[in-house]
């Protein structure tokens, strides 16, 4: 277990190692992964008992599924600082022949991916799978997820969720990233999610809120809390605000910074922003 | 003959398998009785998985099960198993190299009087370009039995692909089935005839035919569309010198574009396609839509006649 300083140090470090690697090879998405920082950061170094000396099956470990995969970026840092892989493979990103595909990947068998994602909406009916593979097995542990709140117009996710709470798929923590920004402009303006919550409420869902989603102590409460409400014949589901950007000043309150890298100066202003930690790859 | 029909065979397969392999699970989107998956379901109600009518998300939670060891064999309509859901397939099953079983029935024009929106005739050449994926379309009851067996001791991605009506039950009974390895039905000399699924049966038909008008016709069973036999299928052609291809499905795609590739690459010879020319089928009883749609032992026949004389007129 580390301080909440010490958790805060991989968080700046990690925002560093995302704007390097998109900047590295001008593409990539660090919005969307500037704005998941912390909920990675919670996840893999205090909620999650996870196994860095990775297998596929996950068994007795809880496992975590990444279905908006643009946001590859933070994951592939959060793995590298969790020790799944070595630090230096990071500056692979999107390049030939490298295991750090633009969107993840299981093809190079890149420790910590279990399923590729990318296209979008297809993850919750993957971690349900492995929820319900876990049930039979008698594996206790948990599988959490994360989704874009953009994805939810796919309608993938709506089967998914009606199929989870009528089988009472309960060992599951489906995390949504309440950004409300897509490529387009925000979700309102593009194609509205209308009452979220009632909507998830509706579909039977345990349905929990943190609006202080850069806020790593209310990350990590919140995903506390969703732990404790599982094994009641409900899914859990969280509705985390988090800010497209955060962490980079130039970057947050616009969607412009979804898909789009920065240029040599834009780089340095979001360096200094966010001092060197643990040591760059 | 008997009649049985092939999807029989895979709910039956499926029933045995759920008894010897405790790691097999299986997933209906609401066709559990059309698919022939009651016993399973009866038999083994912790390892059957009602989707109902969402088979994207039955696809993605198969590839999910198979984190954790289990080998998941998801059952509906070919076209609701293929063309519906792709993308699933592509990204969550063969680009992520899981070991998910596709079991589709009611494929092709067999499928009968529910019409074209359910008749798929394009789904082997969907999922035979998808890399990893193993394509298979067992002839039989007996056939699509076996194949449900042994394609749960293969590693990867599958597509079993079955039908509807009731069709001769000839091949024999608890016979082992060997994943891409083309079975000689009959010899002959002058033609080689490659079938796959309903249509070996009309081959076999076909080769009598022929046979009564002088032509010695070798029907060669190709079960498994990818990976395709090609040591098989050279090694016959290299003998015949020309051939014909057979399938209930289109012409682009299908069984009979693969064997064109290979012999174009390898040993061009005079090749005649039977299967449907860019068309989508209609409502009809099976043996009328076979008739209609030229995909019967007559229209066999007459692609063999063809190839035979352009056979003659090349040398």
């Known amino acids: 277990m580390q301080t909440t300083t010490e958790l805060k140090d991989i968080c700046t470090q990690i925002r560093r190692d995302i704007v390097r690697m998109v900047h590295a090879n001008n593409s990539g998405h660090p919005g969307g992964s500037l704005g998941c920082t912390e909920y990675f950061v919670a996840l893999y170094f205090e909620i999650m008992q996870h196994n860095a000396n990775f297998n596929m099956d996950g068994k007795d470990e809880d496992i975590f599924f990444l279905s908006n995969g643009h946001i590859s970026p933070v994951w592939y840092a959060t793995l590298a600082r969790a020790g799944y892989f070595e630090v230096a493979e990071l500056a692979t990103f999107r390049k030939i022949n490298s295991r750090l595909q633009g969107h993840p990947t299981t093809h190079d068998h890149l420790e910590g991916v279990r399923v590729a994602s990318g296209s979008l909406g297809q993850g919750l009916s993957v971690a349900i799978g492995s929820a319900l593979s876990k049930k039979l097995n008698n594996d206790d542990k948990l599988i959490y997820s994360l989704h874009g709140d953009g994805e939810l117009q796919e309608g993938q996710i709506w089967e998914a969720l009606m199929y989870a709470s009528a089988n009472k798929v309960d060992n599951l923590i489906a995390t949504i990233d309440y950004n409300k920004k897509q490529i387009d402009g925000s979700i309102d303006d593009v194609l509205t999610l209308g009452n979220l919550k009632s909507k998830l409420e509706a579909f039977d869902w345990i349905v929990l809120e943190e609006k202080e989603g850069n806020n790593l102590e209310a990350v990590i409460n919140i995903l506390n809390k969703a732990k404790s409400l599982v094994g009641n014949n409900k899914p859990v589901t969280i509705l985390l605000h988090t800010e497209m950007g955060n962490g980079v000043d130039y970057m947050m309150g616009t969607h412009k910074w979804h898909g789009s890298a920065p240029n040599d100066e834009q780089l340095e202003i979001a360096l200094s922003q966010n001092a060197e930690t643990l040591g760059d790859y | ?315």
């Open chain 2, 1 to 315: 003959m008997e009649m049985k029909d092939t999807r029989s065979g895979f709910g039956v397969g499926l029933t045995e398998l759920g008894r010897r392999n405790s790691k097999v699970v299986a997933l209906c989107a609401d066709l559990t009785g059309s698919l022939k998956m009651n016993d399973f379901k009866n038999e083994n109600p912790d390892r059957f998985f009602q989707i109902g009518i969402a088979e994207a998300n039955m696809i993605g939670i198969a590839a999910g099960m198979t984190i954790g060891g289990k080998i998941p064999f998801t059952g509906t309509f070919a076209n609701f198993s293929t063309s519906r859901v792709y993308d699933q397939i592509r990204q969550s099953v063969a680009y992520s190299e899981k070991n998910v079983k596709i079991c589709a029935s009611h494929a092709g024009v067999t499928l009968g009087e529910d019409g074209a929106t359910h008749q798929v005739l394009e789904d082997i050449g969907m999922m035979k370009m998808l890399p990893n994926m193993v394509v298979i379309n067992p002839c039989d009851f007996n056939q699509t039995k076996a194949a449900t067996i042994a394609i749960a001791d293969h590693n990867g991605p599958v597509y079993l692909r079955f039908g509807r009506p009731k069709v001769p039950n000839f091949t024999p009974t608890d016979q082992q089935f060997e994943i891409g390895k083309a079975l000689h039905l009959q010899k002959g000399t002058d033609v080689t005839i490659f079938a796959t699924g309903h249509l070996v049966w009309e081959s076999l038909e076909a080769a009598k035919t022929l046979a009564e008008n002088g032509i010695s016709a070798e029907v060669i069973n190709i079960h498994t569309i990818k990976p395709l036999d090609e040591k098989a299928i050279l090694n016959a052609v290299s003998k015949t010198k020309c051939v014909v291809t057979a399938e209930e499905h289109m012409l682009n795609g299908g069984l009979g574009d693969s064997v064109a590739q290979l012999l174009g690459r390898n040993n061009p010879v005079p090749l005649e396609m039977v299967g449907v020319n860019d068309t989508f089928g209609e409502s009809g009883a099976p043996m009328q839509l076979l008739e209609k749609y030229g995909l019967d032992a007559k229209a066999i026949v007459t692609a063999t006649k063809k190839v035979i004389s352009r056979k003659t007129n090349y040398r």
